[in-house]
Structures are given as structure tokens and as C-alpha cells.
């Protein structure tokens, strides 16, 4: 793909690192010529098809480079960012049989508590944005080890390469310490690449601004994508994302549904600055244009439940009288707005890892930007469905993508009718083959026909498109698309004596809460001694714990 | 409300440190409660909870406590 990518638009840019410690951009030739070396030099450090390299580090130029290079020679990695628990990145080191090691900085190594033993088994150890320490390789110092001249093997290595290997393990987040590995074959991400065409169709050059981490497999099949396409990627970091979306006015964006509420409650919090006069305005300006988009919607059939033919000239009558104030606004005024919000390139808003809640939704819908919003999961490489410019249903999911197929079935495994609720089962060619050394989990989510349990709920309507409406697993997922398995830290809660019972909850919304039966017992005895309650630091709250414990026991 | 802060205080501290612990695992808020139990069809037969039927009964009280959130948040 680099080859022909270098023929084709070999001066465009490739990527830039706005925010990272080194600040390198290359183009697409020179993109090219990096990995080709970094593939050498991986292969002179003995890697081979089918050995396994941990990758553990953020978004960089540098990473992609020696991602890409670790695939060219048919080799695989597992990835990881630098902020998981220690014991996660350990676990994920030992159970992908790693051969070889790559951090992004000092500090993540430094965190590790059984170096020796994670050393003991590897080939090499290679640190991305520092200079060399140790054991470890600095970046420069590696790519030296690719200029030297490398045997035949290498060339005959590439050739074996097929599109059936394993390219990638990407770890499940899994709040136990144990997470699931996710081996994704050349295939599977060969099939986004090729097919995620028919969601959105950039040109070269294209600027995409990249802030989600790379080695979550959405972010990570799209920036694939984008590449494919000869899009120029920009990575930056949440922190700056507001700065660097006015600069770089990306075309394109995948995003999670946080960044939509952080947009939007950040226009509504300086709307409140606003005067009164031109406050009142805008909020006009866009409940009309709300009423306008949304009973367009109705009108062309692309609404989630069914219209009348009454309601429907309801809304004929609503568009008719609310276009032309919609027209004057999205002529003089969303224009601008725009600008200041997002840049007003963006054209194809991509969203996943999440649902968009209705209302930000509806305001994006009102002023022009069309998001689309997409489904799938790790183990599906990750998109299933996604909504389409020309079909943007909105509340849905989208339609799934070619050579998807997708079915709801009931409890009785009996396959439902449209806008049924029940579960959610796909097979197609991005949808992988197991879980990495856990044939049970693989068992319990794969069928023999290839059909993946995704163990969310959701229905059909009659033009393909998905809504999803809950998970039949307890796994929370927070707005930021964050996964947060409850029962775990259930457990860990529980073993306050205060609390009997407690339930966490936080499905599409940015923080944890909890719903607690507390024990009324213990609580009402301790609220005699009023002067407990009123402590707040940690360590006192540790004491007071202790002496609750107790307390406990004593009874 | 005091008891409601120090108990939250406690549940952060406590998944603060459990091992392997993540950042987004902190709780923002907490409303108590009756218990769950097979009485109030809550509870499984094998006394597991069940997740859907206990969110749904306290669905107001839920909206409520993250849409105060969000304002709160607005103030700040």
C-alpha cells in the first residue's frame, strides 16, 4: 500500500505531530522510505513472521512508522497506550509471548515492577521519543540498525506475507486485569479499508485531525483508512483539540460523542455570555431550524419510526413555514458559528465508540453538520454499520457496511421483525476468528456459521438501518467511549460494611455514579458520634474505616 | 448530606486503590436506595441483580442526579 501510495501522491503530507515531544511530519515518500527501513531494521534484529513486539506508546509519526514496519515483514503487535495500569501492560507483554518491546518514553518502563522477567524473553527493547537507556534502543540508533544491508530472507519474508496472518492483538479493556486479547487479521482491516469508501470518499490532501488514541481499533482502522486515501493526518491531544481545530480545519474527523457534548456545551456556555437581546435570537434561530431539519426528516422517510400520511403534512405545513427564517440563518449565521466551533471544513463528522445523545444530535442537524454516527466493537475490526451522507438516519446507527450482514434475534434464537428489540448478531469479514489463548470466551461469542454475539440490543428498520437501544452484557460504556466493566469494582465497593448493596451506572454519560442500599444499621450507630462524618481527608477516612471494621467485628 | 459525601469519598478511595484501577473509575454522585431484593423482583433466583429492572425503577431519579450534574458543572 506504501508503494503505491508514494507513486501516487508522494509529495503530499502525510502526517504531522502537533503536540507530541518530537514535532516530525513527513509525506508520503518519506513515510515510505522510513518504514521500509524500520522493517529492516526490525528484521536485523531478528524479528520474524509471526513473532509478537508490544507496543506501547500514544499517537506519533513514530509510531505508525514502526507499526507499519512490524506488518510489512508479516510480524504482529500487540498495542497498548502509555497510561493502563502497569499490570495490565505486564499482562499484556506475557500473554502475547512478546519478542520484542516498544515504549514511548522512559516512564513507562519505570512504572513496570517485573523488569527482569519481561527482559529475560525478549529480542530487543526500543524506547520511541527518548534517547537510548539501558537496554533500550533510541529511535535514531534503530533506524541505523535498518541501513545496514539485510539478507535474501528478507525480501522472501515479505513474499510469504498472506492476508490470512494475524497483523494485530488489540486488548479488550478489561477492568478485571485481565484483558481479553483481540488478534485482527491483514483481512479483517483490509476489508475497512476498502470498504469504509462508501461512508465517506476523501481526496488527497485531505486534512484529518486525529486525537483519539491509535490503539484503540477505531481510531486506529480509520487512520488506516485515511492513509489509503492519501489524507494528510494531523495528531494532536484533547487538551489542545479547541486551538488545533480552528489551525488545521480538518475535513474529516473520528470522533467520540464526548468531544460533540464538549462542542456543544462549550457554544451554549458562551451563549450565555451573550446579551440578552442576541441570546434570545440565537436560541430562536435554532429551535426553527431544529423544526425545519426535523420534519424534513420526516417528510423523506428518514425519521426512526414510521409517519402517518396526517403527520406528514403536518410537517409539510412546519418546513413550509419555518424555511425561510432556517434559510436567512444557515446563509449569515451557522456559517460562522461553524467556524468558531469546528472549522468550517468538516465535512464528514465521523462518530463512534458511542451513541450521540438526541439533543446534541439535533443541534449539529440544525446547523448543517451532519454526523455520522457508526457501530462495531473491537472484534469487529471495529465499524459494522455507519450512517450514510445520503441516508443519515438520525437516532440510528446507520446501515452496515458491504459484505456485513447483521440479524436481531430472541431469547429463542428466533430471528424478530422490524423495530423488535433483541440481540444483535453480525458476520462478515472484518468480525475476528477467537480471542488470543481463551477458546471458552471465543465459544461463548462465536457460532459455528461465524455469527459474533455483539451483546448489545438493538432493531432494525426497514432501510438497514441499526438503532441500538442497550447492552444485554453489564459492561458501562462512558460517553468518552470508555469501557468500565461494574462488577469488579462492585465487588470492591461492597467491602465497605456501610453499603449492602450497590449498583454502578453511567451508560453514555461522562462520569461513574452509583445507586447504594446502604446498611442502615451500622450508619445510624455511627451517626451518634457525629463527628466522624466530618471527615474528609484520605487518610482519615482510612481511620475511620479501620475503626468501623471494627466495630463490625465486635457485634 | 454529609453521610452521602463521605460515603462517595469512600467508594473513590476504595476503587482508587484497587489494583489495576483507572481513572474514569470514580463515581461523581450517589443516591441511596431501598435494597434489592426477591420481594421487589430486583434480584435474580440465583440473587443476582438485575441491572435493566433496578435501572428502569430509578430512571427519574437517575435523570435527575446527571442533569444536576450538568449544571453544576456550567456554574463551575
Known amino acids: ?555 | 448530606m454529609k453521610l452521602k459525601n463521605t460515603l462517595s469519598q469512600q467508594i473513590n478511595y476504595l476503587l482508587k486503590n484497587r489494583s489495576g484501577s483507572r481513572l474514569e473509575e470514580q463515581i461523581i454522585d450517589l443516591i441511596f436506595v431501598e435494597p434489592f431484593s426477591l420481594e421487589n423482583n430486583l434480584l435474580t433466583q440465583t440473587l443476582k441483580q438485575k441491572r435493566k429492572e433496578i435501572e428502569k425503577k430509578y430512571d427519574c431519579e437517575i435523570k435527575e442526579m446527571y442533569k444536576k450534574q450538568i449544571k453544576g458543572e456550567i456554574i463551575i
Not at chain 1, 531494521?41 to 513486539?53: H, P
Not at chain 1, 432493531?459 to 438497514?464: A, R, S, V
Not at chain 1, 455514579?513 to 466530618?534: G, H
Open chain 1, 1 to 555: 500500500m506504501w508503494e503505491y501510495l508514494n507513486h501516487k501522491n508522494g509529495n503530499v503530507l502525510a502526517v504531522k505531530n502537533l503536540r507530541g515531544k518530537n514535532k516530525e511530519e513527513f509525506n508520503y515518500s518519506q513515510l515510505n522510505k522510513k518504514i521500509t527501513k524500520a522493517s529492516k531494521g526490525f528484521f536485523n534484529l531478528g524479528l520474524r513472521r509471526g513473532e509478537v513486539v508490544a507496543l506501547i506508546s500514544e499517537n506519533s509519526p513514530r509510531w505508525l512508522i514502526a507499526d507499519q514496519a512490524i506488518m510489512r515483514i508479516g510480524a504482529i503487535n500487540a498495542v497498548r497506550g502509555c497510561n493502563s495500569p502497569a499490570i495490565e501492560i505486564e499482562y499484556i507483554i506475557q500473554h502475547s509471548k512478546s519478542v520484542g518491546l516498544i515504549i514511548e518514553s522512559r516512564s513507562v518502563w519505570e512504572k513496570l515492577s517485573i523488569k527482569n522477567q519481561i527482559v529475560e524473553n525478549l529480542k530487543f527493547l526500543i524506547v520511541l521519543e527518548d534517547e537510548s537507556f539501558g537496554d533500550f534502543l533510541g529511535w535514531n540508533t534503530f533506524l541505523e540498525i535498518g541501513n545496514k544491508n539485510t539478507s535474501e530472507q528478507y525480501e522472501e519474508l515479505i513474499d510469504k506475507c498472506s492476508a490470512d496472518d494475524v497483523a494485530t492483538i488489540l486488548y479488550t479493556s478489561g477492568t478485571t486485569g485481565k484483558p481479553k486479547g483481540v488478534p485482527l487479521s491483514h483481512a479483517n482491516l483490509l476489508h475497512q479499508i476498502t470498504n469504509l469508501a462508501c461512508i465517506a470518499d476523501p481526496k488527497p490532501g485531505t486534512s484529518v485531525l486525529s486525537v483519539l488514541p491509535i490503539w484503540h481499533s477505531y481510531e486506529r482502522s480509520a487512520e488506516y483508512f485515511f492513509f489509503s486515501c492519501g489524507c494528510s493526518q494531523f495528531y494532536t491531544i484533547p487538551k489542545f483539540l479547541k486551538d488545533d481545530i480552528k489551525q488545521i480545519r480538518p475535513t474529516v474527523m473520528a470522533t467520540v460523542p464526548r468531544l460533540w457534548e464538549a462542542i456543544y456545551d462549550g457554544f451554549f456556555g458562551a451563549l450565555k455570555k451573550m446579551p440578552k437581546f442576541k441570546r434570545n435570537l440565537i436560541r430562536l434561530l435554532i429551535r426553527n431550524s431544529s423544526t425545519y431539519k426535523k420534519n424534513l426528516r420526516k417528510i423523506r422517510n428518514i425519521d426512526l419510526y414510521e409517519t402517518s400520511f396526517i403527520s406528514k403534512l403536518i410537517s409539510l405545513f412546519l418546513v413550509i413555514k419555518s424555511l425561510p427564517l432556517h434559510y436567512l440563518a444557515s446563509l449569515l449565521l451557522w456559517p460562522n458559528i461553524l467556524k468558531q466551533l469546528c472549522g468550517k471544513n468538516l465535512k464528514f463528522p465521523i462518530n463512534g465508540g458511542g451513541a450521540l445523545p438526541e439533543h446534541v444530535d439535533l443541534f449539529f442537524e440544525s446547523l448543517g453538520v451532519n454526523v455520522l454516527v457508526g457501530y462495531g466493537l473491537t472484534e469487529t475490526s471495529p465499524v459494522l454499520t455507519c450512517r450514510r451522507t445520503w441516508c443519515n438516519v438520525r437516532g440510528s446507527s446507520g446501515q452496515p457496511l458491504p459484505f456485513t450482514e447483521v440479524k436481531i434475534i430472541d431469547e429463542n434464537n428466533s430471528i424478530l421483525k422490524y423495530r423488535e428489540i433483541g440481540r444483535i448478531f453480525v458476520r462478515g469479514p472484518q468480525v475476528f476468528e477467537g480471542y488470543l489463548d481463551n477458546t471458552q470466551a471465543s465459544l461463548e461469542v462465536l457460532s459455528i456459521e461465524g455469527w459474533f454475539d455483539t451483546g448489545d440490543l438493538g432493531f432494525l428498520i426497514p432501510n438497514g438501518s441499526l438503532v441500538i437501544t442497550g447492552r444485554a452484557k453489564d459492561t458501562i460504556v462512558l460517553s468518552s467511549g470508555e469501557n468500565i466493566e461494574p462488577n469488579p469494582l462492585e465487588i470492591e465497593i461492597l467491602s465497605s460494611n456501610f453499603i449492602s448493596q450497590v449498583q454502578l451506572l453511567g451508560q453514555d454519560q461522562k462520569n461513574l455514579s452509583a445507586l447504594i442500599v446502604p446498611n442502615m444499621e451500622l450508619i445510624e450507630n455511627k451517626f451518634a458520634e457525629k463527628n466522624l462524618l466530618e471527615m474528609n481527608q484520605d487518610f482519615e477516612i482510612k481511620k475511620y474505616f479501620k475503626s468501623a471494621n471494627k466495630l463490625f467485628i465486635k457485634k
